[in-house]
T-cell receptor, first 115, second 109 residues
Framework: EAGVAQSPRYKIIEKRQSVAFWCNPI?????LYWYQQILGQGPKLLIQ????????DSQLPKDRFSAERLKGVDSTLKIQPAKLEDSAVYLC?????????????FGEGSRLTVL | GQQVMQIPQYQHVQEGEDFTTYCNSS?????IQWYKQRPGGHPVFLIQ?????EVKKQKRLTFQFGEAKKNSSLHITATQTTDVGTYFC?????????FGTGTRLQVTL
């Protein structure tokens, strides 16, 4: 089966600009996650969707970050305006079930550099 | 909030030596997962442990979940260059999966 698809793979922007990342999870996977991974650190959860509803967005900086999962399939993560500290890899992951158990499947990630 | 720490941060071994990384949570976990991330790659699931004191093996890898369900370990016997990467534990509590700080393993011939 196809894996989790993400685009773009790389993006370079200047601070205060905006950027959007797209994720298409594995077909049939109900739960979708966006993680931020800063170089040398573990992935940090930004937002978790179950189908098209938000389960957890407690660590999402809502003044600049937004995410949606229309129709419970693919998802977009937007940053506006970007700051230097947003430079990171943004990882999308999906899971088949609705409960937080079992394997997470990660995409290749979108690497953001903010200058 | 929940914290999941791993030690060591980095380990450099010669091929054939053993390697162990330890994972400690500030809170009791429902389950723990382990992931491997190769340089430049994305995390790939290795295993999930659920029961107190559980031990699971995958070839040269041995995973343990502590009796109190607050810590875990991953042991690799006779490392190979293909084991290079960063190993993350991820602990589940209160429906939130929190990744650890990771241990980067370097293996040289």
């Amino acid at each position: 089966e196809a894996g989790v698809a993400q685009s773009p793979r790389y993006k370079i922007i200047e601070k205060r600009q905006s950027v959007a990342f797209w994720c298409n999870p594995i077909s049939g996977h109900a739960t979708l996650y966006w993680y931020q991974q800063i170089l040398g650190q573990g992935p940090k959860l930004l937002i978790q969707f179950q189908n098209n509803g938000v389960v957890d967005d407690s660590q999402l900086p809502k003044d600049r970050f937004s995410a949606e999962r229309l129709k419970g399939v693919d998802s977009t993560l937007k940053i506006q305006p970007a700051k230097l500290e947003d430079s990171a890899v943004y990882l999308c992951a999906s899971r088949r079930g609705l409960v937080n158990t079992g394997e997470l499947f990660f995409g290749e990630g979108s690497r953001l550099t903010v200058l | 909030g929940q914290q999941v720490m791993q030690i060591p941060q980095y380990q450099h071994v010669q091929e054939g030596e053993d390697f162990t990384t330890y994972c400690n949570s500030s809170t009791t976990l429902s389950n723990i997962q382990w992931y491997k991330q190769r340089p430049g790659g994305h995390p790939v699931f290795l295993i999930q442990l659920v029961k107190s004191g559980e031990v699971k093996k995958q070839k040269r890898l041995t995973f343990q979940f502590g009796e109190a369900k607050k810590n875990s370990s991953l042991h690799i016997t006779a490392t190979q260059t293909t084991d290079v990467g960063t190993y993350f534990c991820a602990g589940l509590t209160a429906s939130k999966l929190t990744f650890g700080t990771g241990t980067r393993l370097q293996v040289t011939l």
